[in-house]
């Protein structure tokens, strides 16, 4: 069985509201830089729970689960 793979924000959403998981870590990357990518003219991520994050500290704070 293949397995599911879910990236979780700095504040525990899922990256894109309609796709719960990914089928692939191809795909979750190419997720990840679109959605990082949403954040470069503001040059940071917000989060509720560790304020303002560098976007090149922002994939440490975001949370990968295998379901």
Same mark, same amino acid.
């Given at each position: 069985? /293949?397995?599911?793979?879910?990236?979780? @924000? +700095? !504040? %525990?959403?899922?990256?894109?509201? !309609?796709? +719960?998981?990914?089928? #692939?870590?191809? *795909? /979750?990357?190419? *997720?990840? *830089?679109?959605?990082?990518? %949403?954040? $470069?003219?503001? %040059?940071?991520? @917000? @989060?509720?729970?560790? %304020?303002?994050?560098?976007? #090149? !500290?922002? $994939? !440490?704070?975001?949370?990968?689960?295998?379901?």
């Amino acid at each position: 069985m /293949a397995k599911k793979i879910q990236i979780l @924000s +700095p !504040d %525990g959403f899922t990256l894109e509201r !309609d796709v +719960p998981y990914y089928k #692939s870590h191809r *795909a /979750a990357a190419e *997720a990840f *830089a679109k959605w990082k990518k %949403g954040y $470069e003219t503001q %040059g940071y991520y @917000s @989060s509720v729970k560790y %304020g303002r994050i560098h976007l #090149s !500290d922002l $994939e !440490d704070y975001c949370q990968l689960n295998y379901l």
